[in-house]
C-alpha cells in the first residue's frame, strides 16, 4: 500500500503530523490542532486481521472512512480487489459507516495523522459512499461522546446525516458478534481459573 | 421470593448506577428492594443517594477483621434499603471480595429483590464476583458499537458462570429513530428483551448532582417514565429466599487474589 488506502481511495500519502497509540487521544489530536488530512487506523487486536482503514478529516471534523477489510470475515468473496476490472464491485472492503463498524470494536489500534491540502482530499470528500457522520468516528471508534459532540458542533450544516449507522452495520456482521463471544467466553474461563472461582464455571 | 439481579456494563459512563436506582424505585411500588453497590473499586451509590457520609457501608462489611453487622450498612431512603460502599482506597485495599458472599446471603434472606450494582470492568475477581452471585443479569448499554461490544462481553462472562440475562436497557439514546432498529437487531444476541431505550436526560446528571435518584429528583420526564416500563417488563422470576441465602452460603469461597 503506497497511499493511506486501496486504489478506489484516492489519496496522496500526507505529510506525517503525529504518531500515537489510541484512537481516542488520536482523534483528539486532530480535531484541537483542526487537522485537514487522514489518520491511518491499524488495528492491533487478533479479532481484526490486522488490515489498516483510513478516515479524513476536514478542519478536524470526520468525513469520510474506508476500511481495507470488509465486514463479516467470512462473506469476503475474493482476498484482494483488482481495481478497473469494470465488473460489480467485488465486496473486498468497506465504507463510510460499514468502514467504522469493520475497525470499531475491542482491542488497541495504532493511529498515525498525516495533513494533506484540502483539494486532495476534495474528490473523496464528494463521495456519499465513503461519507460519515461527523461524531460517529469519535463514538464509535474512540468510545468518545463528548469530543463527538464538539465534532457536530464543528461540522458544516451539510455534513452528512444520513440513515445508516455503524452500529446497525456492526450489528449485521453475526460472524464477527460470534468472535467476541468466543473470544470473551475464553478469557472469562481463563480468569476464572486466575481467580480460584473455576469450581463456579457452568 | 427473593431474586438477585446484577447490573452491569462492560464500560462506564453508561449510566449504570443512575438505571440501578431507577430500576429499583419502580420495582419498588410492588417489591421490597435492596440494592448494593457491589462496584467496590469505583463505588459512587452513594453520591447518587446522599449517602456520602454514611457512617458505616460495605466496604466496613468486607474487612476481614470487621465487627459491623449487615444491617448497619442498610439505609433505608427513597422506598429502598440502600447498601452504600465507602471510597476509601485503604478499606478497598483490605477488603476481602469474598466476603460479599455471607453479605448477600444475610441480605438476601430479608428482601423481595436484590439488586447489585457490578463494577463497569471485569478485570478482577471482586468486579466479576456479582455476576457469579446474581440468578440473572440486567445488561445496560449505550448505542455504540464500543458499548455493545462490552455489554456482549460481559453476557459471556455472566453466562460462563450460569448467570443469563434478563434484560437489556439501551440508555442515553440520542437518536431516536434508529434505536428501534438497533434495539431490534441486538435482541438476537442478547439472553433477554430490551426492557426500554431511554432517552439522554439533563435531570439524570442534575440528580446526581442533587445526589437523589432519577425517580425522586425527575419523576415526570421521559427518561423516569422509560425506567418504569423497563421494570414492568423485568419478568422477575420467584425463588425461595432461603434457598438464594444458602446458595451464596455454600458457593465455594475462594482465597483472595
Redesign the interface.
Given at each position: 500500500m503506497t497511499g493511506p488506502g486501496a486504489a478506489e481511495l484516492e489519496i496522496p500519502r500526507g505529510r506525517l503530523v503525529r504518531s500515537r497509540v489510541g484512537v481516542a487521544s488520536a482523534f483528539e489530536a486532530a480535531f484541537s490542532r483542526e487537522l485537514t488530512g487522514y489518520a491511518r487506523i491499524e488495528p492491533d487486536s487478533l479479532l481484526a486481521d490486522g488490515e489498516p482503514g483510513v478516515v479524513t478529516f476536514a478542519e478536524g471534523v470526520p468525513r469520510a472512512a474506508y476500511c481495507e477489510r470488509a465486514a463479516g470475515r467470512g462473506e469476503r468473496r475474493v482476498d484482494s480487489h483488482e481495481p478497473g476490472s469494470g465488473d460489480q464491485p467485488i465486496k473486498s472492503d468497506s465504507r463510510g459507516v460499514d468502514a467504522?463498524?469493520t475497525l470499531?470494536?475491542?482491542g488497541p489500534c495504532s493511529v498515525e495523522l498525516y495533513e494533506l491540502p484540502a483539494d486532495a482530499l476534495a474528490a473523496v470528500h464528494d463521495a456519499p459512499e465513503f461519507s460519515v457522520p461527523p461524531g460517529a468516528p469519535a463514538?464509535?471508534?474512540a468510545?468518545d461522546?463528548a469530543l463527538a459532540d464538539r465534532a457536530r458542533e464543528r461540522a458544516p450544516d451539510d455534513a452528512h446525516d444520513g440513515?445508516a449507522?455503524?452500529?446497525?452495520s456492526?450489528?449485521?456482521d453475526e460472524e464477527r458478534?460470534a468472535a467476541?463471544?468466543q473470544e470473551?467466553?475464553a478469557?472469562?474461563?481463563q480468569?476464572?481459573a486466575?481467580?480460584?472461582?473455576d469450581?463456579?464455571?457452568? | 421470593m427473593v431474586e438477585a439481579l446484577a447490573v452491569a456494563s462492560g464500560?462506564g459512563?453508561v449510566g449504570k448506577t443512575t438505571s440501578t436506582l431507577a430500576l429499583g424505585m419502580a420495582l419498588a411500588d410492588e417489591y421490597d428492594v435492596t440494592v448494593v453497590d457491589a462496584d467496590t473499586g469505583m463505588a459512587n451509590l452513594c453520591f447518587h443517594t446522599g449517602l456520602a457520609d454514611a457512617d458505616t457501608t460495605l466496604q466496613d462489611l468486607l474487612l476481614a477483621d470487621s465487627n459491623a453487622a449487615v444491617e448497619d450498612a442498610v439505609y433505608d431512603r427513597f422506598g429502598l434499603s440502600l447498601v452504600p460502599c465507602g471510597t476509601s482506597l485503604a478499606a478497598f485495599r483490605d477488603a476481602d471480595p469474598t466476603r460479599l458472599r455471607a453479605v448477600v446471603a444475610e441480605l438476601a434472606a430479608d428482601t423481595d429483590v436484590l439488586l447489585l450494582d457490578s463494577a463497569a470492568a471485569?478485570g478482577?475477581?471482586s468486579a466479576?464476583?456479582p455476576l457469579?452471585l446474581a440468578d440473572r443479569t440486567v445488561v445496560v448499554l449505550?448505542?455504540?458499537?464500543?458499548?455493545?461490544?462490552?455489554g456482549?462481553?460481559v453476557?459471556?462472562?455472566a453466562?460462563?458462570?450460569?448467570t443469563e440475562t434478563a434484560g437489556v436497557l439501551f440508555n442515553r439514546v440520542q437518536?431516536d429513530?434508529?434505536i428501534d432498529?438497533?434495539a431490534e437487531?441486538?435482541e438476537?444476541?442478547f439472553g433477554g428483551p430490551t426492557l426500554a431505550t431511554i432517552p439522554e436526560s439533563d435531570a439524570a446528571r442534575a440528580a446526581r448532582r442533587a445526589g437523589e435518584p432519577l425517580l425522586a429528583y425527575a419523576p415526570d420526564t421521559a427518561a423516569a417514565a422509560a425506567y418504569r416500563r423497563a421494570a414492568d417488563r423485568l419478568d422477575l422470576q420467584d425463588g425461595d429466599e432461603d434457598a438464594v441465602a444458602d446458595r451464596f452460603r455454600s458457593?465455594?469461597i475462594?482465597?483472595p487474589?
Open positions: 467504522l463498524a470499531a470494536g475491542p463514538e464509535q471508534l468510545d461522546p440513515d449507522s455503524a452500529l446497525e456492526f450489528l449485521e458478534i467476541i463471544q470473551a467466553r478469557e472469562a474461563e480468569r476464572a486466575e481467580w480460584g472461582l469450581g463456579e464455571l457452568e | 464500560k459512563g471485569l478482577s475477581q466479576v464476583l457469579v449505550q448505542p455504540t458499537i464500543p458499548s455493545l461490544s462490552d456482549l462481553k453476557q459471556e462472562y453466562r460462563s458462570y450460569g437518536d429513530a434508529a432498529r438497533v437487531q441486538a438476537r444476541y458457593a465455594v475462594p482465597e487474589p
